[in-house]
């Protein structure tokens, strides 16, 4: 379809007016003769216009008819009473049905006549009325765009998608909106970080959930907008936290039904990969399930991140309109590689999970359970090359390293409200873990001068097993008063957690000591227990000082207790067990923490913007103790929170934020313990029981311009940070050839980045081009050998790129990251690193007759050789794959599909940073085949709604259509 402008419509209109004007006679026979010879048929247009505001049928509108290829108005009419029209008889042909009336803007459709129809039924258009558009900001395009307030809202039915699609399918057509291979979603140059279903974000923290799981033909609408923090949301004091968001809002009753996916597949060499998922909803209430078992290093039903399976202290939340919110925070669990980067090792999955959530008592009552289950097992090899900068030498460590990991973990979640009424609710949050772990490991490294002479080498065994758990409760009261802006918020949280951990460390080690290689052998056995109670309590009250001037003051008081304990025991001389305690490697720590904050914040607001000043005052009392060598180290700490915010909306798509902040950083217990870490003997880590507390500022300034109806969306933005009393390293060479690590403050360290793009259609082509930058730089300030030193990296990435889509049939993207490296040392500029790395990578995807689907896609790397670097790096990975579709509603996928097709898939990563510079080569999967199948089924009204309605529409100006009402 086209989209028509109104100056150009109503110019064209004129124009064949006058021609009508001057060939009268012509247009009698036109209108009237010819006409005449077609009419076998009683073909026809009919449907009826409605008033959005009022609902209420729209009478007297004149209705016409006009002719697409020459602008010849063949029929006109008037709606009756009932608000419904009839334009017959008309020839078959393509026409421009244009609606007019006093009251409310026109309205344009395209509309194909074909020869067998009858009276062609276009069900109801609704028109606004001029008054109301002049009241509210809205704006229709051709593709049903329309802009609420701070929402973005899409039309689904407007969009052709192709039949069985899925969530993810309609989104790539949708304008503004994109999705990569990895299936991760930018909204308007921003990344879509949560995806709710009715307001309601179902199973996990991973979008791709609902997107590739739920058929595009149940949505109604699409609706964008950036969801404010709960706090923010309650108290109206913004925090300046928004998250880009996705409302998929169901059509009429899909919201009851059940749907789900199953996938099976399975190729040589032990490649598989199964999963199913089943969701039922009934109204308020849901049910999901899900389970996953694969080789070929997917562990959960999205995006391989590493939280997927056993996730973070992550529980649903439930918002303001009833809608579940799930947050998400790393943790320490690897199950796959970030965010689509190359995964590390080969793995194995078997993962599964329960959701349950429901809302009683006219929805005064929430509650959301969710149970997960994972198991991990990951084989690696990797070696690596390193070049150690000291001052006046340099030395090479050869790294070769085989691991075998198995982690199964358990995890229960659950959120609990209560609104008593208007102004009063309460929420408990629970979040539970439980996980055990085996780790073994072997590994081999070789220390060399720069001129080759060996200087150490270490063989050694490493076996480990750990159980860890952690519970995380918290509990909150909020409460409105009568006076607006008037609140005050009451949460109190206990968090625990215990790890313990034993295992064996066997190793073969050599030392160059006076031009004599001298051997050393450890046989040992380690034992580590941890255990950690928080309990914090914090108080915030708002109020009104003005009209325009809202104060936010708090009150917090914590109390963070850990015990840490690590034993190393030896074999005596002629003995079978470990009974002998190393001393020097064993260590019994207690750190207690008790904190007092008071804070104070400002927000100024007008109507385009506003302004957040203020300040947090914290007061810590430290107390550090060395059980076994009877030693304390007690300190106390006062330190400053300071905020500014400054946000300005110049329209609803174009606003620029400033934001200043300063925080600490207190140092583990790890860090404070004085305790040798040998683990790695060539490699000895160290603690420092005298460390300060390190305090980070930092300075945000983001600009963001998007064009609703040209798709044109253009960002920049810029950080700076520094860092006082930072947490570093003291690095130490020693004549053993080892390296003796040890924690230090250090100043005078800062950092920034930049970033910015622009995304957008290229005029008077079917192209989208994008170019993107981003760019980081840092300043390190470093200890080597006692010679104090810094190590400077900047780094900058222009990424171009293009689109090409035509329909659902074609899709072609192409991008290109030029990466400018560079990396200089104080200790020696000799060894500075500059270098220019490229990865383009392209994708085409091509829908083919009788419901076939060709996909393939490129990755491309180069890393030239320079510094340390001997060889250049040469990596193309090509997959491809080919699906066909049947049944009749589209949802039974047949799939056959080839990972790395040239078998070139090598694990590679390049590091300068500090004072060494790395090249590491590891595992990763290669070259596989699979056939499979995906199923995708739903009941209910879900399975009840069919794709193939009556054609979307296409109108411009002030009303859209509605079929069936």
Same mark, same amino acid.
């Given at each position: 379809?086209?989209?028509?402008?109104?100056?150009?419509?109503?110019?064209?209109?004129?124009?064949?007016?006058?021609?009508?004007?001057?060939?009268?006679?012509?247009?009698?026979?036109?209108?009237?003769?010819?006409?005449?010879?077609?009419?076998?048929?009683?073909?026809?247009?009919?449907? /009826?216009?409605?008033?959005?505001?009022?609902?209420?049928?729209?009478?007297?509108?004149?209705?016409?008819?006009?002719?697409?290829?020459?602008?010849?108005?063949?029929?006109?009419?008037?709606?009756?009473?009932?608000?419904?029209?009839?334009?017959? %008889?008309?020839?078959?042909?393509?026409?421009?049905?244009?609606?007019?009336?006093?009251?409310?803007?026109?309205?344009?459709?395209?509309?194909?006549?074909?020869?067998?129809?009858?009276?062609?039924?276009?069900?109801?258009?609704?028109?606004?009325?001029?008054?109301?558009?002049?009241?509210?900001?809205?704006?229709?395009?051709?593709?049903?765009?329309?802009?609420?307030?701070?929402?973005?809202?899409?039309?689904?039915?407007?969009? +052709?998608?192709?039949?069985?699609?899925?969530?993810?399918?309609?989104?790539?057509?949708?304008?503004?909106?994109?999705?990569?291979?990895?299936?991760?979603?930018?909204?308007?140059?921003?990344?879509?970080?949560?995806?709710?279903?009715?307001?309601?974000?179902?199973?996990?923290?991973?979008?791709?959930?609902?997107?590739?799981?739920?058929?595009?033909?149940?949505?109604?609408?699409?609706?964008?907008?950036?969801?404010?923090?709960?706090?923010?949301?309650?108290?109206?004091?913004?925090?300046?936290?928004?998250?880009?968001?996705?409302?998929?809002?169901?059509?009429?009753?899909?919201?009851?039904?059940?749907?789900?996916?199953?996938?099976?597949?399975?190729?040589?060499?032990?490649?598989?990969?199964?999963?199913?998922?089943?969701?039922?909803?009934?109204?308020?209430?849901?049910?999901?399930?899900?389970?996953?078992?694969?080789?070929?290093?997917?562990?959960?039903?999205?995006?391989?991140?590493?939280?997927?399976?056993?996730?973070?202290?992550?529980?649903?939340?439930?918002?303001?309109?009833?809608?579940?919110?799930?947050?998400?925070?790393?943790?320490?669990?690897?199950?796959?590689?970030?965010?689509?980067?190359?995964?590390?090792?080969?793995? +194995?999955?078997?993962?599964?999970?329960?959701?349950?959530?429901?809302?009683?008592?006219?929805?005064?009552?929430?509650?959301?359970?969710?149970?997960?289950?994972?198991?991990?097992?990951?084989?690696?090899?990797?070696?690596?090359?390193?070049?150690?900068? $000291?001052?006046?030498?340099?030395?090479?460590?050869?790294? &070769?390293?085989?691991?075998?990991?198995?982690?199964?973990?358990?995890?229960?979640?659950?959120?609990?409200?209560?609104?008593?009424?208007?102004?009063?609710?309460?929420?408990?949050?629970?979040?539970?873990?439980?996980?055990?772990?085996?780790?073994?490991?072997?590994?081999?490294?070789?220390?060399?001068?720069?001129?080759?002479?060996?200087?150490?080498?270490?063989?050694?065994?490493?076996?480990?097993?750990?159980?860890?758990?952690?519970?995380?409760?918290?509990?909150?009261?909020?409460?409105?008063?009568?006076?607006?802006?008037?609140?005050?918020?009451?949460?109190?949280?206990?968090?625990?957690?215990?790890?313990?951990?034993?295992?064996?460390?066997?190793?073969?080690?050599?030392?160059?000591?006076?031009?004599?290689?001298?051997?050393?052998?450890?046989?040992?056995?380690?034992?580590?227990?941890?255990?950690?109670?928080?309990?914090?309590?914090?108080?915030?009250?708002?109020? %009104?000082?003005?009209?325009?001037?809202?104060?936010?003051?708090?009150?917090? !008081?914590?109390?963070?207790?850990?015990?840490?304990?690590?034993?190393?025991?030896?074999?005596?001389?002629?003995?079978?067990?470990?009974?002998?305690?190393?001393?020097?490697?064993?260590?019994?720590?207690?750190?207690?923490?008790?904190?007092?904050?008071?804070?104070?914040?400002?927000?100024?607001?007008?109507?385009?913007?506003?302004?957040?000043?203020?300040?947090?005052?914290?007061?810590?009392?430290?107390?550090?103790?060395?059980? !076994?060598?009877?030693?304390?180290?007690?300190?106390?700490?006062?330190?400053?929170?300071?905020?500014?915010?400054?946000?300005?909306?110049?329209?609803?798509?174009?606003?620029?934020?400033?934001?200043?902040?300063?925080?600490?950083?207190?140092?583990?217990?790890?860090?404070?313990?004085?305790?040798?870490?040998?683990?790695?003997?060539?490699?000895?880590?160290?603690?420092? %029981?005298?460390?300060?507390?390190?305090?980070?500022?930092?300075?945000?300034?983001?600009?963001?311009?998007?064009?609703?109806?040209?798709?044109?969306?253009?960002?920049?933005?810029?950080?700076?940070?520094?860092?006082?009393?930072?947490?570093?390293?003291?690095?130490?060479?020693?004549?053993?050839?080892?390296?003796? @690590?040890?924690?230090?403050?250090?100043?005078?360290?800062?950092?920034?980045?930049?970033?910015?793009?622009?995304?957008?259609?290229?005029?008077?082509?079917?192209?989208?081009?994008?170019?993107?930058?981003?760019?980081?730089?840092?300043?390190?300030?470093?200890?080597?050998?006692?010679?104090?030193?810094? &190590?400077?990296?900047?780094?900058?990435?222009?990424?171009?790129?293009?689109?090409?889509?035509?329909?659902?049939?074609?899709? $072609?993207? !192409?991008?290109?990251?030029?990466?400018?490296?560079?990396?200089?040392?104080?200790?020696?500029?000799?060894?500075?690193?500059?270098?220019?790395?490229?990865?383009?990578?392209?994708?085409?995807?091509? &829908?083919?007759? +009788?419901?076939?689907?060709?996909? @393939?896609?490129?990755?491309?790397?180069?890393?030239?050789?320079?510094?340390?670097?001997?060889?250049?790096?040469?990596?193309?990975?090509?997959?491809?794959?080919? @699906?066909?579709?049947?049944?009749?509603?589209?949802?039974?996928?047949?799939?056959?599909?080839?990972?790395?097709?040239?078998?070139?898939? @090598?694990?590679?990563?390049?590091?300068?940073?500090?004072?060494?510079?790395?090249?590491?080569?590891?595992?990763?999967?290669?070259?596989?085949?699979?056939?499979?199948?995906?199923?995708?089924?739903?009941?209910?009204?879900?399975?009840?709604?069919?794709?193939?309605?009556?054609?979307?529409? /296409?109108?411009?100006?002030?009303?859209?259509?509605?079929?069936?009402?």
């Amino acid at each position: 379809m086209h989209e028509f402008q109104y100056a150009e419509f109503y110019e064209t209109r004129k124009e064949s007016k006058y021609s009508y004007m001057k060939n009268r006679y012509l247009v009698i026979i036109i209108l009237f003769i010819i006409p005449s010879l077609t009419f076998a048929q009683n073909t026809g247009l009919s449907g /009826r216009l409605f008033d959005t505001t009022y609902a209420k049928p729209v009478v007297y509108a004149t209705v016409s008819a006009i002719r697409k290829s020459d602008s010849i108005l063949v029929k006109h009419t008037r709606t009756n009473q009932q608000g419904k029209f009839v334009l017959s %008889p008309l020839p078959v042909d393509t026409y421009i049905l244009l609606t007019g009336h006093a009251n409310y803007v026109d309205f344009v459709d395209e509309i194909i006549l074909n020869k067998t129809d009858s009276i062609q039924n276009l069900g109801d258009y609704d028109l606004l009325q001029r008054g109301q558009v002049l009241r509210n900001v809205i704006i229709t395009n051709k593709a049903g765009i329309k802009v609420k307030g701070d929402t973005l809202e899409y039309l689904a039915d407007s969009f +052709k998608v192709k039949q069985g699609a899925m969530v993810e399918d309609l989104l790539k057509v949708l304008p503004g909106i994109q999705v990569n291979k990895k299936g991760e979603i930018t909204a308007m140059g921003e990344k879509v970080e949560k995806v709710l279903v009715d307001g309601e974000e179902f199973f996990g923290d991973d979008p791709t959930v609902a997107t590739q799981n739920i058929q595009s033909k149940v949505v109604d609408k699409v609706q964008v907008f950036d969801k404010k923090s709960e706090q923010a949301t309650f108290t109206g004091f913004d925090d300046g936290e928004e998250q880009k968001t996705i409302n998929l809002k169901l059509k009429d009753n899909m919201n009851r039904g059940t749907f789900g996916k199953i996938e099976l597949g399975a190729g040589l060499d032990d490649r598989w990969q199964n999963q199913a998922m089943i969701n039922r909803f009934k109204n308020k209430q849901q049910m999901s399930a899900y389970a996953l078992m694969s080789s070929n290093g997917k562990t959960g039903l999205g995006w391989e991140d590493r939280s997927k399976y056993t996730g973070s202290n992550s529980g649903m939340q439930m918002d303001e309109d009833g809608g579940f919110m799930w947050t998400m925070s790393d943790d320490d669990d690897d199950g796959s590689n970030w965010r689509g980067q190359i995964p590390e090792g080969i793995t +194995k999955a078997y993962v599964g999970g329960l959701h349950f959530a429901d809302k009683w008592n006219e929805n005064k009552q929430h509650l959301n359970t969710n149970y997960s289950f994972g198991r991990i097992n990951k084989e690696k090899r990797e070696r690596s090359l390193t070049e150690n900068l $000291f001052p006046g030498n340099t030395f090479e460590t050869g790294d &070769t390293t085989y691991s075998y990991s198995s982690r199964n973990t358990h995890r229960l979640s659950g959120r609990y409200e209560f609104t008593v009424d208007s102004s009063l609710s309460i929420i408990y949050n629970l979040s539970g873990r439980l996980s055990f772990s085996d780790w073994y490991s072997t590994n081999q490294t070789a220390n060399v001068s720069s001129n080759e002479i060996p200087i150490s080498i270490r063989n050694t065994i490493n076996n480990n097993t750990s159980v860890t758990s952690r519970i995380n409760n918290s509990l909150t009261v909020n409460k409105k008063f009568k006076k607006t802006g008037r609140t005050i918020s009451l949460n109190s949280s206990f968090n625990y957690q215990k790890n313990t951990g034993e295992g064996e460390l066997e190793g073969n080690n050599a030392f160059t000591v006076g031009g004599n290689l001298l051997g050393n052998v450890i046989d040992q056995q380690k034992e580590d227990d941890y255990l950690s109670n928080v309990l914090s309590a914090d108080l915030t009250y708002t109020e %009104p000082l003005a009209k325009k001037i809202l104060l936010k003051t708090s009150y917090g !008081i914590s109390s963070d207790k850990s015990e840490s304990g690590k034993k190393t025991f030896e074999k005596p001389i002629g003995g079978t067990e470990y009974s002998d305690l190393i001393d020097s490697l064993s260590n019994e720590y207690d750190l207690s923490v008790v904190s007092h904050t008071v804070g104070a914040e400002l927000k100024y607001t007008e109507k385009k913007y506003n302004v957040t000043v203020g300040s947090k005052v914290r007061y810590s009392i430290f107390k550090q103790e060395d059980l !076994i060598r009877n030693q304390q180290f007690n300190y106390n700490r006062i330190n400053l929170f300071p905020t500014l915010r400054f946000n300005y909306k110049f329209d609803q798509f174009r606003r620029f934020t400033f934001s200043y902040s300063g925080s600490t950083r207190n140092p583990s217990i790890s860090q404070v313990q004085p305790v040798q870490d040998n683990t790695n003997p060539l490699n000895i880590i160290i603690g420092n %029981p005298n460390l300060k507390i390190g305090f980070n500022q930092n300075v945000n300034i983001n600009y963001f311009s998007y064009k609703v109806l040209s798709a044109r969306s253009l960002y920049a933005g810029i950080y700076g940070g520094n860092s006082i009393n930072a947490i570093s390293t003291n690095r130490t060479f020693d004549e053993q050839g080892r390296t003796v @690590t040890t924690y230090v403050n250090l100043n005078g360290g800062y950092n920034a980045s930049i970033w910015g793009g622009i995304n957008a259609k290229i005029p008077k082509t079917p192209l989208e081009g994008k170019l993107n930058i981003n760019g980081s730089m840092a300043h390190t300030p470093n200890i080597i050998n006692d010679v104090k030193g810094t &190590t400077n990296t900047q780094n900058i990435t222009l990424t171009p790129g293009l689109r090409f889509a035509k329909d659902e049939k074609f899709d $072609f993207n !192409i991008d290109c990251n030029v990466t400018y490296n560079n990396t200089t040392s104080t200790l020696q500029a000799s060894r500075n690193i500059r270098f220019i790395s490229l990865e383009p990578t392209a994708s085409i995807s091509i &829908t083919l007759p +009788k419901n076939i689907e060709l996909e @393939t896609d490129a990755d491309y790397m180069y890393n030239p050789p320079v510094g340390p670097y001997a060889n250049s790096f040469n990596r193309f990975i090509w997959n491809g794959a080919i @699906t066909y579709t049947m049944l009749p509603k589209k949802n039974l996928e047949w799939r056959a599909s080839m990972n790395d097709i040239l078998n070139q898939n @090598t694990g590679y990563e390049r590091t300068s940073t500090n004072n060494y510079n790395t090249e590491r080569y590891f595992q990763t999967l290669g070259r596989y085949w699979m056939i499979g199948m995906v199923w995708n089924f739903n009941t209910g009204p879900m399975a009840a709604s069919q794709s193939s309605a009556p054609r979307p529409p /296409r109108g411009m100006g002030g009303g859209r259509r509605r079929m069936g009402r």
